[in-house]
């Protein structure tokens, strides 16, 4: 490793901010991906012993591709602080615990379930069994 190769390194190696962006192009590919998918034919049993139900991925391959709102949950992401920093030679994205309002510590999952979240349709998944 030379000289300028290990201070690109170390320059790197600090904790930097970080914006969320969700290119339109990769999104325009996500959703012809998604909205590309060739489904097998329906199940032969009424349950779920055969994984998951067809119906179940379909509505969740819709929402994904045509009802979800990406660049709403970029911009609430981008309301929180987002840095990245690099372990092991990998780029790491994290957000930094954040206070709640009783002054404890917030996990990543509770803040971010009230940023993003956007309901799934009503019927997609009722419960973790359902998936199979």
Known sequence: MTETTQQTRNDNAGIRPFKIVFPESD?????????????????TVTDNSQGVRLATMQNLARYWGTDYDWHKCEAKLNTLPNFMTEIDGLDIHFIPPLLGEQGGLLRCEEHLDSVCHQRLPRRAVSSPAELG
């Open 27 to 43: 999104l325009t590919d996500l959703r012809r991906r998604i909205n590309a998918t060739t489904w097998p034919e329906i199940e």
